[in-house]
Each structure stands twice: as C-alpha cells, then as structure tokens.
C-alpha cells in the first residue's frame, strides 16, 4: 500500500489506472470504514482511500480541533483490507490557499435536518469532496466510483445529486451501515462516549426503529399522524437525559415530509434521527 501527502504524488500514483474506486474519510477508522473498501475493491483497477479532517464542514464550537488523528492505525487497517493508495494530505496540501470557492448545495435539501443544526455543513461537505474528486478522477479515462455509507444519508444524497448535477464521470455506491452487536450505529463519534453513555447510545437506534414502526401502523406515517409520532420518539428520548434535534420520517426521495400518496407508497420512507447525549452527537436512520 502507498501513502501519499500530495496531489502530484497522488496523480502520479494513479496515473497507470483509468477506473479508480475512492472511499473518502476523516481518520480515526472503523469496522464502518472498512467494510467501504471492501465494498470499493472490485469496482475499479485501483483502491484509495483518503484521510483528510475537513475544516470547511465544523462550525467554530464543533470538534474540528479534537477530532482524533490516528494516521499510523489507520493505514494499517487500510492496508490489512486491501487498499492500494491511501491520500493523506496535510491542511497546506488541500487547501494552499483559502478556498474562496465552494459549492453551495440547494438549500431545500441542503438547510433541512442536519443542514438546520449545523448550518454551512454541506456546503463544506460538498466542497472539499468536489475538491478530492478532481484530485483522484479528473485523469481517469473510464468510469470511477465513490463509496458511502448510508448511515450519512442525507449526506449522500446531496452528493449523489452533486454529482449529476455536474456531469462528473463518478458512480456513487451507497454501503448499508454497520452496526455493533447491540445495534448501535458505528461512527467515529462513540470513541467521545463513556461506558455509561456507550450502553444507553443505542437508544437512539431502538427509538428509530418505534418510530418506523408506529410509522407502518399508522398508515406509513400520514400527514396527519406523523407529527405526534415524531413528537413521541423526541419525548422517549428526552426521559432518557438525551437531547434530540429531531427523530423524523421522511420521503427517500427527497427528505420532505411524506405526503398521503407516500405514506402509503412501499418503501418510499425512511425515519431519520440525531440527538446528543452527554457531549456527543450522534446521528442514525432506518429505510422503511
């Protein structure tokens, strides 16, 4: 496996592949993470994975500053699952100069759910993977692909759309999410719990999951019922010491409120939630 800090040391790895398979990360890895490259290897003649923590997508009291950095046991997990180029550029390499240009996503995908609390997010999500996908796929002769996990459902969404909206010769291959043996989402974020709040986390998985239930038996949440559901799974969650920003169910197609004709669609919705507890925030969704 090859680590590179550069975008000429990248290209010049690349420069023998015309189909590269990307997974784009933040670091500090897990089981989540590999399953993407696994996910990744067959699909194109070259594996990379990047490691870069992205300024431009953390507001000024977010973790940008603490989010850990762990590049030495992340390369050798990379490297046990097969990954060919790992990119790991430092802040100067990406970024050598401000980045006065960004992509702005369309506010009535982009300033909804996650959007709404962490204002800016997309369009710094948007950004710095427009800018790692011209660094891995703008000498690519054939079809690339970029591999996600569905856990960053809104997120991935608003780059699938990117990317069409911008012609880019990019496939995006949306990965089921993992989970630990007792349900709980996998992310980067549960190394912030304690023992004490890593065993109440997976509430928000199993309140998710009331919610889509009670979703189905009222008629695939229609207009009129799903306020009082959602209101219901914030209020479960608040018994329990969380702070919920919102438990909701939503269209797949486009994460707005389902109508009637959706609600009772198969599998058109999806019930999507984040909420913070202690001083972790976790996020989490469930298609049904």
């Not at 009535?108 to 800016?120: M, S, V, Y």
């Not at 719990?193 to 999951?209: D, G, K, P």
Request: glycine fraction near 6%; hydrophobic fraction near 45%.
């Amino acid at each position: 496996m090859k680590l590179v800090h550069t975008i000429d040391d990248l290209r010049a790895a690349l420069a023998s592949h015309a189909s590269p398979a990307f997974v784009p990360t933040m670091g500090n890895l897990h089981e989540g993470h590999l399953n993407l490259v696994r996910t990744a290897r067959p699909l194109g003649d070259v594996t990379v994975a990047s490691i870069f923590v992205n300024r431009l997508q953390f507001a000024p009291h977010e973790d940008f500053d603490t989010y850990p950095r762990t590049l030495e046991a992340d390369c050798a997990k990379l490297a046990e699952v097969g990954c060919d180029i790992v990119f790991a550029p430092a802040e100067k390499d990406l970024y050598p100069e401000p980045q006065v240009f960004k992509v702005q996503p369309p506010a009535e995908l982009a300033d909804i759910l996650e959007g709404h609390f962490r204002p800016g997010f997309f369009t710094g999500v948007c950004t710095v993977v427009m800018k790692l996908f011209q660094c891995v796929f703008a000498r690519s002769t054939a079809q690339g692909y970029a591999v996600f996990g569905k856990k960053d459902y809104q997120q991935q969404m608003i780059i699938r759309r990117m990317v069409e909206q911008f012609a880019m010769p990019v496939t995006i291959v949306g990965e089921e999410t993992r989970r630990a043996a007792d349900g709980l989402a996998l992310s980067s974020r549960n190394g912030y719990l304690s023992e004490t709040e890593r065993a109440e986390a997976v509430q928000l998985s199993l309140t998710l999951r009331d919610l889509a239930r009670d979703a189905l038996a009222a008629g695939g949440a229609l207009p009129e019922h799903r306020a009082g559901l959602e209101q219901r799974a914030m209020d479960a969650l608040r018994a329990r010491g969380w702070a919920p920003d919102y438990m909701t169910v939503r269209r797949r197609l486009d994460l707005q409120p389902p109508t009637a004709a959706d609600a009772v669609a198969p599998q058109s919705l999806v019930v999507l939630g984040a909420a913070r507890l202690g001083k972790t925030r976790l996020i989490d969704n469930f298609e049904i």
